[in-house]
């Protein structure tokens, strides 16, 4: 059995170079650091610190370590942003509390629904800088789609978010932000008993960003969702996509063991070059042996390879029976994804004789291989479709 353990440390092979490329990603990570998570009045964010941080912050002013377990229960299990609802706490410690923090959420510039029950917001930090979240219904569950980054330092040719620069990364709070921000919107808290018939249920990682180029704040931010005594969400109902940051697989696996997804998109370093540039870099070869190593992948966890259908491009048979043999030796699912065309976008979606067709060989092998219906199309809120109007904004036409 391939059983994941939460404290195996499964490192990659240790040849000094993926040592030194994580060290390398995780100190240019800092250079897109957030600003500081405070109010223009000084007082400071409790939400996005990690428990020990805010024991810290307690102990600074005077209290002790119970103090930061009763605040962790009212802000991530019952949902309080006033500490005056915090009826557990003493009305002197309570305004104590209200004159030094704050426990905030991000700005709705936005909040669209569209017609199939998909809702969109597009959420304003403290900077003014923006950021799309989408929420994706499913029967009496569904997932939230959370962004990690304000654009995006890789360029994939087909992707929206692509066109923009990154402008920075997001802190844990405002990625943690995103998921409470979309309780409050569906009324959800405090956070359900048990997982089942929970709403938000779900977290996908596939927003705005690369999350494992914003690796520590999406990692401390992921790890508040999972805390037990708070929203309490299991990692099995986690999955973090990446476009292939091989040096951070590993890590990511070992430290959070959510689910993994990987943008795939090619099955030829060639094609994978131009589609997913970052290939260059980590070609399919180092990427597929990334899975292979990825800790908790198992036929009960499998990895899902995204695949995104474009027409003429990357979505012949000859292609499909390539992905075959590529996966093969690791437990996958492949979801294919018609692509969404944005406006002025370089590729045509795939026509449906071809997805069924590549779809068929992948069936045939063994492998699921769901053909994503797009949701929120009349809201811009599918897949690759996000992209802020904050770039643009501060450009001159
Ligand atoms: N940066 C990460 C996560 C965000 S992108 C990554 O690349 O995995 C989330 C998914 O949307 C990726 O699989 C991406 O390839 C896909 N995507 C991007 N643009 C798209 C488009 N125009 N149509 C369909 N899927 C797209
Ligand atoms: Fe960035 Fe992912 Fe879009 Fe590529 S697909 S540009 S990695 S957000």
Sequence with gaps: MNAFQPHARVMPPDDGLSEAERGRI???????????????????????????????????????????KQLWHWIYHQGARDFSAMSTIARPMQQ????????GRPGVATEQTS???????????RDGQKVETVYIPDHDRGALCISTQVGCTLSCSF?????????RNLGAAEIVGQF????????????PKGEEGRRLSNIVVMGMGEPLYNYAATAKALAIVMDHEGIALSRRRITLSTSGVVPMM?????????????????????????????????PIRELMDACRRYPGASNARRITFE?????????SIAEAHE????????????????????????????????????????????????IRRPRGRDILAACGQLKTESERARRPA
Excluded at 308 to 313: K, T
């Design 96 to 103: 104590k509390l209200a004159e030094r923090f704050v426990v």
């Design 159 to 167: 992707c929206h978010t692509g066109t923009q620069k990154l402008v």
């Design 307 to 315: 695949y995104v259908m474009l027409r003429g491009v990357n979505d």
């Design 26 to 68: 995780l100190a240019k990570a800092a250079a897109f650091a957030p600003p500081p998570m405070q109010d223009a009045d000084g007082r400071r964010e409790l939400v996005g610190l990690s428990r020990e941080e805010l024991a810290q912050e307690m102990a600074l002013i005077g209290e002790k370590p119970f103090r930061a």
């Design 250 to 282: 590993d890590q990511c696996g070992a430290e959070l063991g959510v689910n993994l997804a990987v943008s795939l998109h090619a099955v030829r370093d060639e094609l994978r070059d131009e589609l997913v540039p970052l290939n260059r870099k980590y």
């Design 323 to 370: 992905l075959v043999r590529l996966l093969h030796g690791i437990p996958a699912k492949v979801n294919l994804i018609p692509f969404n065309p944005w406006p002025g976008s370089p590729y045509k979606t795939s026509t449906l004789e071809a997805q069924h067709a590549f779809a068929e060989v992948l069936n045939a092998a063994g492998y699921s291989s769901p």
């Design 180 to 191: 409470m921000a979309a309780r409050d919107s569906y009324g959800e808290w405090p956070t």
């Design 115 to 125: 017609t199939d029950g998909t809702r969109k917001w597009l959420f304003e930090w």
